[in-house]
């Protein structure tokens, strides 16, 4: 069983920095997907990034356009953590934050941000606030 936990989330003020965090264990694949979702009061739940890492290490990138230029995902091979470095925040950043893994997930490219149901694995949620 996958098992996420999601962690960095906080208070910032517009124009700021976060690194969230999101560790990974119980996996046996030697190929995953992982990506990053946001879930504003009241609105659906929205993909902001996925990174698909090949058996080769090799990796893609998807960033959905609210983000891209600003957000970037990594990540940390030796501690199986991704990480999603968010710049130049906007209050309209303000959500929770939540990773999610799935062994196909990001092969759909881009349009694996566009639904839930790409991933299989949740963690719990960390909470951005930009004022």
């Known amino acids: 069983q996958v098992q996420l936990v999601a962690s960095g989330g906080g208070s910032v003020q517009a124009g700021g920095s976060l690194n969230l965090s999101c560790a990974a264990s119980?996996?046996?694949?030697?190929?995953?997907?992982m990506a990053w979702f946001r879930q504003a009061p009241g609105k659906e739940r929205e993909g902001v990034a996925c990174l698909y890492i090949g058996v080769d290490t090799t990796y893609n990138t998807y960033y959905s356009d609210s983000v891209k230029g600003r957000f970037a995902v990594s990540q940390d091979n030796a501690k199986n953590t991704v990480h999603l470095q968010m710049n130049s925040l906007e209050p309209e950043d303000t959500a929770m934050y939540y990773c999610a893994a799935d062994r196909f997930g990001c092969l759909r490219g881009r349009t694996a941000l566009d639904s839930t149901t790409a991933f299989a694995y949740w963690g719990q949620g960390t909470q951005v606030t930009v004022s």
């Open positions: 119980g996996y046996t694949y030697t190929a995953i997907s």
